[in-house]
T-cell receptor, first 117, second 114 residues
Framework: DSGVTQTPKHLITATGQRVTLRCSPR?????VYWYQQSLDQGLQFLIQ???????AKGNILERFSAQQFPDLHSELNLSSLELGDSALYFC????????????????FGPGTRLTVL | GESVGLHLPTLSVQEGDNSIINCAYS??????FIWYKQESGKGPQFIID?????DKRQGQRVTVLLNKTVKHLSLQIAATQPGDSAVYFC?????????????FGRGTSLIVHP
């Protein structure tokens, strides 16, 4: 158990809908990262927040948005869903900013499996 | 559990053998590299990292080698055990605005036969 929790574990919805994925980081971690993992694209970085502020942005579509709240939990909002958005969505957390030292190792949650029908 | 990817390169070894998993990266600006292990149905797990000012780093049963000239990383696992069976990803991290942008390899599926 990494200490990172994600809800829901599974989500099935229809095209055009909007969903919200939730992540609670490990206690004390300030950074939260969102990733998408699909069979055709592999694991892709979406976005990072540090202490409530966006710090790095990857391949995140305009239909997707995220935020980190004062209690440090984060939400990833996916709207106008398409079939191709079906994937595993992982959240990870780290104590500080990524890459500065192994102290800032990222711990991944169990993921949310999104199925768009 | 579920498969994290189909048609991945596969390395099949016998228990006790040494395993070597390779990864090519693309961005010469990347200066921090990480190997992750992902077991079926779970999220990736950090194994070992290396900075671009190093060419080798050792952990417990694992060694990462970095060749910046040819943009190549390898992960060596000594005395491979059945519990090492998983998909292994490398990630190159490129500096961006005080943080890093990670880019992941496609992964290699390691199968360890008892």
């Amino acid at each position: 158990d990494s200490g990172v929790t994600q809800t829901p574990k599974h989500l099935i919805t229809a095209t055009g809908q909007r969903v919200t994925l939730r992540c609670s980081p490990r206690s004390g971690d300030l950074s939260v990262y969102w990733y998408q993992q699909s069979l055709d694209q592999g694991l892709q970085f979406l976005i990072q927040y540090y202490n409530g502020e966006e710090r790095a942005k990857g391949n995140i579509l305009e239909r997707f948005s995220a935020q980190q709240f004062p209690d440090l939990h984060s939400e990833l909002n996916l709207s106008s869903l398409e079939l191709g958005d079906s994937a595993l969505y992982f959240c990870a957390s780290s104590a500080g900013l990524a890459g500065m030292s192994s102290y800032n190792e990222q711990f991944f949650g169990p993921g949310t499996r999104l199925t768009v029908l | 559990g579920e498969s994290v990817g189909l048609h991945l390169p596969t390395l099949s070894v016998q228990e006790g053998d040494n395993s070597i998993i390779n990864c090519a990266y693309s961005n010469s600006a990347s200066d921090y590299f990480i190997w992750y292990k992902q077991e079926s149905g779970k999220g990736p797990q950090f194994i070992i990292d290396i900075r671009s000012n190093m060419d080798k780093r050792q952990g417990q049963r694992v060694t990462v080698l970095l060749n910046k000239t040819v943009k190549h990383l390898s992960l060596q696992i000594a005395a491979t055990q059945p519990g090492d069976s998983a998909v292994y990803f490398c990630a190159e991290n490129t500096p961006s605005g005080g943080s890093y942008i990670p880019t992941f390899g496609r992964g290699t599926s390691l199968i360890v036969h008892p």
